[in-house]
Structure formats: structure tokens, C-alpha cells
């Protein structure tokens, strides 16, 4: 396993809800600080690395990539200790049921989601799928002591680690986006021996999930003259239209369309190209779900691109991608950080 | 652990080579004779010659999938082993072929379904295995049309005494029965682990030809549906009250000379049981029950949540009580012999 794998599966199996990533937000920091001149946390928690440029008349260019993920938060506690909860972030329930998930309550409890017993079900209601209003968390705890250890607004996550699969590909929660996370340690590291006149910011974002918040409130911290959001995008699988997604190994997703600024789009392209690191365009006709989404209208306006993992199964607990297309997009970013000056920044005012 | 290593070998139905093998390796040194059939049921005798004969069963075999077709992208198509409620599949961690290739089983994103696809189940034809392959060329290099597929999850202490786990169902009757076979009684004791009871109590009957008991003792895990959102009358059992008897299924009616048999050694060692309070699904005891002219049998069930899915539950109090009765119940037919119709 290479750094880059161990780094990912470290941040990936660690709890960080929207809202409670401390968490993970201490593994981070602690995996890429080495590559840092300085690390620090704005107010909403989102953690800052910032690696100064060598020119005299510095850009700062911001990526983002926001490290929490979705969740569960505790709802009520029903008679006989089973727990009743609501999802943080966008979950399709037919996909937990039969999880084995993990509460961070005044002590971490092991559970599993169960629903309404098969052989109780009536033929009708097989042929529907589990609704999250019946569904409900067990800790084989009785009553008395679940309700001294869990309380409502608890966090829950689904408990699983990551698995090597096949060639380069890995699967496991979280990928979305702890995966771009490992991208901005990639990009870091490839800057350590790259030249850049730019100061750099790297920002693990908080929020993303319920509304892209972290960025936000980083972008405006930061005063960015280009953002740059490094996600996930769906990889190809049945049921999807291919022009739909993109393949997985085949290089990051570069995203053109009205969320983009024009200029930072053919950039990419032109430094994918330079370079030789394949990469597979991606069309967005709406603002995208992504921190770019946020970054462009912030503050009086600010230029963002989007580089993306093609990832498949995404928001589910076995969201499966290929490291090669981790490293490829850091890559991507490192060197077109590397390209970035002033005369570049002062082109992308629309004449 | 006992339980927690054979919970955690992979033995779908037709495939149970991996707990076979454990058992065997588990009880060689207990056993007077160790053998196979033809349809891969293992015997383990003891006692040779001694009376009654009596037979003691538990099945290997666990539910799970197999691949029948490959996607051009090198995805797996796959159908049932047994029976699964096909709305537990969805995203969770496989294993596929003797070579134990980890796989998971995806499900479209939610950003790219329609809101009425939501509503409805995601069916077995419409569910893959993702091994992470680009095409069906390397697909093949790794597995096969055929190859069994089984949830891949480790077993783990939870809650109050309780194992979050796959497949007690019936590797928990494993070893119960495993535990049993290592005491010594005054009787010839056969204990069998039986295959393929998932998809028909395919090996039972065979076994039970074989050995010719006078009466046997089925251990299996039935389900516990004490959850939230069920009726107390829907229970069927519930877990922490102590093993569960069978009355009655869909494969077998208990005879009333065995049911007291196992209630009176229950209150006579103030071990908790509690009857299985549903007439349907089956177990091994419907063909041993069955085979010959007629064989007495008894089920005793450690009761188990979320039965045949990745993560059942089951309390350890139950477990160890099962042993417990299982063993006094022996102890009994020791000291007063066979039960039959009339006494009581």
C-alpha cells in the first residue's frame, strides 16, 4: 500500500458528519502538514494549508475539497432502546438497510439498521422498497441504558473500512470526498518539487454535503483570486447513460459549463494536454453540487474550476474509484497551479 | 472463537468445503470416526454401539449469490442461493469464487434516480458485483460463470452479550452442536453437519438414511423479530429469552413426547426457553423427520434479528443456553431413555 492509498483509506474510515468533522479533520492535518508552510482552521472549521509561491506579485489560488461525509443524526429513542434517526446529507434508504453503523454517543456504540422482519411482511410490501420511517438502529442494549448513553442529535455513520478490489480501485464510505482531500495531498507534494509563483491554498472544507458551506465562508477568508474544487463525478455503470458519466481510469473529469469560468476550463485542458495526463471532459448546464458552486459567487465574483474522481455508487458505503485517477487529477492540479501568474489572473476579467 | 471463526468462513449452499473443513479440524480429536457423503454432509460418531442411537444435526450452508453472466464493463450478474430478502443487498461488501475476489454490490447513485425509482425495491436482475474491473475480459481472469458469492462481514461483541454477525443462521447451530459433540454420554451420538438446507434440506435427508437414528435433534437460529415497528404477536421469538422450541412449520410437526422431553429438562435446570411462535418456513428435521420409517425429531433455535442479511444478531445468554439444553436433553434420554407416544 502506498502513502497515498494509506492516507485514503485512514481519512476514509474515519467519522466526519457535515457539521462534526473534527474528526477526520485531525487525521488530515495530521497527513498533510508536512506540506504546508502553515496550517490553520477558519471559525466554521474548515482546515487551511497554505504553501507560499516564490514570484514577487502572487496569485492566491484556493483549492477545495470538502472532507465531511454523510451521515445519520439520532432522532428519538423508541420504547425496547431502538434508536429512530434522520439522514445529514442526501442517502437513498434502500441502500442501509442491514448496515452495521457506529453512534458517537457518550460512548461509541456498535449497531445495526434493521426494518420491518421479511416473514411479518406482506408479498405487497416486498415490492416496496424500505421506507427510512420504519427503519430503525438496535445496540442490543436494553431500554434504561440506551437512553443514559445515546441522546437525540447523536451522529451516526455506517461502519465500514475500505476494500482493494481489482487493479488500482478501492471501495469504502466517504470516497465523496475524502478522495479529492487525498488529491490536495497529491497536488502538495508534487508542488514540494515544482516551481510556483502562486501562494496556495489547500482547504479541506467542512459543510458540502448539506450546502456548501465551508467553501463559502473559506473563499471569503481567503480572498482567492481562482478557486479551484477538486469531487467526485459519477463513473460509468448500468442504468446511466454514458455522456452521463465518466470512466473510471481513464484520468479526472475536467468540468466545462456556466459554473466554470471559461478560461480556467481550456487552462486544465491545455495543462492536461502539456503534460499528458488524460482526462475526460464533463459538461454541467447547471450550477454544479460542488464547493465551485460556492466559490464563484463569493465575495464579488471569484473565477472556479472543477476537477473531479469519476467515482461510482456515490453516497452509498461502497462508493468504489481508482487511485490512478487520484493521483492523476493532484497531478492535474499541481501543475496547473504551477502555470498560474499574474498576467494569467488579470486575462480572466471578461472584456 | 469458535462461533466467530465458522460464522465468518464462506459456505453458501453447495459450497460449504471452508466450514467443513474447520469442523473437522475442530472435532478430530474428539470424534470415534470422522467421514463425508457423497453430497458433502459431515459425520462425527461417538459412543460406537452403545444405545439408543441418536443424531444430532446442524446445517454448514448459508444463504448468498451466483454469478450467472458477466457485463461487457465486467460487471457481475448474479441470482439468489437461498432465500434473501433482495432489499438487503444493496451496498455491502462480497466475496466471489474460491479465491474469496472482493467485490460490492452497487446501486445508482441517488443524484441520478427518479423519484419513483426510489419507491421501489432494487430486484436481484437489476443489482451487479463491482470488482473494479474495467471489462469482462478481466473479469474472467478473476472469477467465473458459477462462482458462489457470499456477504463478506466479521463478527463483533455488541451491546448487552449480543454477536453482530453473517450466517448464525446456521453456523451458531454449528456450534452448539460442535460443543455438544465434545462431552461425553452414555448413548451412540452422531453428529452431522448437514449442506444445502437453504435451498431445500438438501442434505438432511441423505444423512439421516445414513445414520438411522431412533431420534434427532435439529440446532438451527430462527428469526427474532422483537423490533421496533412489530406487534408482540409477530415476534416469532425473542432474543435474550432463552432458546426457542418448534411446535410446528411448513416442513415438520413436532411430536408432543419431544416437545415435553425438551420442556421438562428445561424447567427441570431452570434453563429459560420459549416456543418458536410461527407455523412456517422449515428446517433439517422436515426430512429427517421424514427418512426411513419415521424419525422423532426436536428443533431447538437460538433466535436471531435481521436473519439472512449481512448482519444478523444474536445474544450469547441464548447460545450458551442452547448448549445447556441441548446437552440435558441428552442427559435425560441417557438416564430414562427415548421418549415415545404416550409417555409423558
Known amino acids: 500500500m502506498d502513502s497515498i492509498e494509506r492516507f485514503l483509506k485512514e481519512i476514509c474510515e474515519a467519522p466526519g458528519v457535515s457539521g462534526y468533522e473534527q474528526p477526520v479533520a485531525q487525521l488530515i492535518k495530521a497527513g498533510m502538514r508536512d506540506y504546508a508552510d502553515e496550517v490553520r482552521e477558519d471559525r466554521l472549521g474548515n482546515l487551511i494549508f497554505f504553501k507560499k509561491g516564490t514570484g514577487e506579485n502572487r496569485p492566491r489560488i484556493l483549492l477545495a475539497a470538502h472532507m465531511d461525509e454523510i451521515g445519520f443524526m439520532i432522532t428519538k429513542i423508541e420504547e425496547n432502546g431502538f434508536l429512530r434517526f434522520a439522514p445529514v446529507g442526501g442517502i437513498d434508504p434502500r441502500t442501509i438497510v442491514g448496515q452495521e453503523v457506529l453512534i458517537y454517543a457518550k460512548e461509541r456504540l456498535h449497531g445495526v439498521i434493521g426494518a420491518k422482519p421479511p416473514h411479518v411482511t406482506s408479498d405487497e410490501e416486498r415490492n416496496k422498497a424500505y421506507e427510512l420511517e420504519e427503519m430503525f438502529i438496535d445496540v442490543a442494549l436494553p431500554e434504561e441504558r440506551v437512553r443514559k448513553l445515546v441522546s437525540v442529535g447523536d451522529i451516526v455513520i455506517i461502519k465500514r473500512e475500505v476494500i482493494k478490489l481489482a487493479g488500482s480501485t478501492v471501495s469504502g464510505k466517504a470516497m465523496d470526498d475524502r478522495a479529492g482531500v487525498a488529491v490536495l495531498l497529491v497536488c502538495l507534494q508534487e508542488l514540494a518539487r515544482l516551481q510556483h509563483c502562486a501562494d496556495v491554498y489547500a482547504v479541506a472544507t467542512v459543510q458540502e454535503e448539506v450546502g456548501v458551506r465551508g467553501a463559502t465562508t473559506a473563499t471569503y477568508g481567503i480572498v482567492p483570486d481562482i478557486g479551484v474544487a477538486v469531487d467526485v463525478t459519477h463513473g460509468d455503470m448500468p442504468g446511466v447513460p454514458e455522456h452521463e458519466t465518466c470512466r473510471l481510469g481513464k484520468g479526472p473529469g475536467i468540468t466545462i459549463g456556466p459554473n466554470i469560468h471559461p478560461t480556467l476550463g481550456e487552462e486544465l485542458i491545455r495543462v492536461a494536454k502539456e503534460y499528458n495526463i488524460p482526462y475526460q471532459l464533463e459538461t454541467a448546464a447547471r450550477p454544479t453540487g460542488t464547493d465551485a458552486r460556492a466559490i464563484q459567487v463569493s465575495r464579488g465574483g471569484i473565477p472556479a474550476g472543477l476537477v473531479s474522481i469519476p467515482l461510482r455508487y456515490m453516497h452509498t458505503s461502497v462508493e468504489l474509484l481508482d487511485l490512478a485517477d487520484v493521483k492523476m487529477s493532484g497531478r492535474l492540479l499541481a501543475y496547473f497551479v504551477a502555470a498560474v501568474d499574474m498576467a494569467f489572473v488579470e486575462g480572466l476579467s471578461c472584456c | ?344
Open chain 2, 1 to 344: 472463537m469458535l462461533l466467530k471463526k465458522l460464522s465468518e468462513a464462506y459456505g453458501v449452499s453447495g459450497d460449504e468445503g471452508n466450514v467443513r473443513s474447520l469442523l473437522r479440524t475442530e472435532l478430530q480429536d474428539y470424534a470415534e470416526e470422522l467421514t463425508t457423503d457423497s453430497i458433502g454432509n459431515l459425520y462425527v460418531k461417538k459412543g460406537l454401539g452403545k444405545k439408543p442411537r441418536v443424531m444430532l444435526a446442524a446445517h454448514m450452508d448459508e444463504v448468498g449469490l451466483m454469478v450467472v453472466g458477466f457485463e461487457k464493463s465486467g460487471l457481475l450478474r448474479v441470482t439468489a442461493v437461498g432465500g434473501l430478502d433482495h432489499r438487503v443487498l444493496v451496498s455491502k461488501p462480497v466475496v466471489v469464487g474460491n479465491n474469496h475476489v472482493p467485490g460490492v454490490i452497487g446501486a445508482k447513485a441517488i443524484h441520478l434516480q427518479k423519484p419513483q425509482e426510489r419507491k421501489k425495491p432494487l430486484e436481484i436482475d437489476n443489482l451487479y458485483i463491482d470488482l473494479g474491473v474495467q471489462s469482462q475480459e478481466e473479469a474472467e481472469k478473476l472469477v467465473k460463470i458459477g462462482d458462489y458469492v457470499a456477504f463478506r462481514s466479521s463478527v463483533n461483541e455488541i451491546g448487552e452479550n449480543c454477536l453482530l454477525g453473517k450466517a448464525f443462521d446456521d453456523r451458531a447451530g454449528c456450534a452448539v452442536l460442535a460443543e455438544v459433540m465434545k462431552a461425553d454420554f452414555d448413548l451412540e451420538l452422531t453428529g452431522v453437519f448437514t449442506v444445502q438446507e437453504e435451498v431445500g434440506l438438501r442434505g438432511a435427508g441423505v444423512a439421516a438414511f445414513n445414520v438411522h437414528p431412533e431420534a434427532a435433534l435439529v440446532f438451527e437460529a430462527t428469526s427474532a423479530a422483537d423490533v421496533a415497528g412489530t406487534k408482540e404477536a409477530g415476534h416469532v421469538t425473542q432474543i435474550g429469552q432463552g432458546p426457542a422450541i418448534t411446535i410446528m412449520d411448513s416442513s415438520f410437526i413436532t411430536p408432543q413426547y419431544m416437545i415435553d422431553l425438551a420442556v421438562k429438562t428445561a424447567e427441570k435446570l431452570g434453563i429459560p426457553y420459549q416456543f418458536r411462535r410461527l407455523t412456517t418456513a422449515g428446517t433439517d428435521a422436515g426430512q429427517i423427520s421424514q427418512t426411513h420409517e419415521g424419525i422423532p425429531s426436536l428443533v431447538i433455535s437460538i433466535p436471531c434479528r435481521y436473519i439472512h442479511s449481512p448482519a444478523t444478531l444474536i445474544n450469547l445468554d441464548d447460545y450458551q443456553n442452547t448448549i445447556r439444553l441441548a446437552k440435558g436433553i441428552l442427559k435425560a434420554i441417557e438416564e430414562g431413555g427415548l421418549p415415545c407416544e404416550g409417555t409423558a
